[in-house]
């Protein structure tokens, strides 16, 4: 009797990215649809029953309308998923946080 068992990956992955035509420039404040590239980033989040998670995002870089500075460039912000230079979600964050209350966060150390 043979049973084929499927290979199990540790991790699953989700792919996602930004719905939104462009992103308002952190420093200027003006609105901008025009992608200058992407780029990916992987976030862990909230393991699924029996593996983890990871989420594919694919993240716009827009340039800035603004004639100021030379083509200056922003990445698309995705605030209520992850902090800017975070590898994990914010949930994940949080979950992790409340599970492990005495754990030092270290979240705004990086930049
Ligand atoms: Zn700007």
């Given amino acids: 009797?043979?049973?084929?068992?499927?290979?199990?990956?540790?991790?699953?992955?989700v792919v996602a990215r930004g719905r939104v035509a462009g992103a308002a420039c952190p420093d200027?404040?003006?609105?901008?649809d025009r992608v200058h590239d992407r780029y990916q980033r992987r976030l862990k989040d909230l393991p699924l029953v029996d593996q983890g998670s990871v989420i594919r995002l694919t993240v716009r870089r827009f340039i800035?309308?603004?004639a100021d500075y030379q083509?200056?460039?922003?990445?698309?912000?995705?605030?209520?998923?992850?902090?800017?230079?975070?590898?994990?979600?914010?949930?994940?964050v949080t979950a992790a946080r409340s599970s492990t209350a005495s754990t030092t966060t270290c979240s705004t150390a990086s930049g």
């Fill in 28 to 32: 200027c404040g003006r609105f901008s």
């Fill in 1 to 13: 009797m043979s049973r084929r068992s499927r290979p199990r990956s540790a991790w699953s992955e």
């Fill in 64 to 66: 800035c309308g603004s």
């Fill in 71 to 92: 083509r200056r460039t922003f990445a698309e912000p995705f605030s209520r998923l992850a902090a800017p230079h975070a590898r994990f979600t914010t949930r994940m």
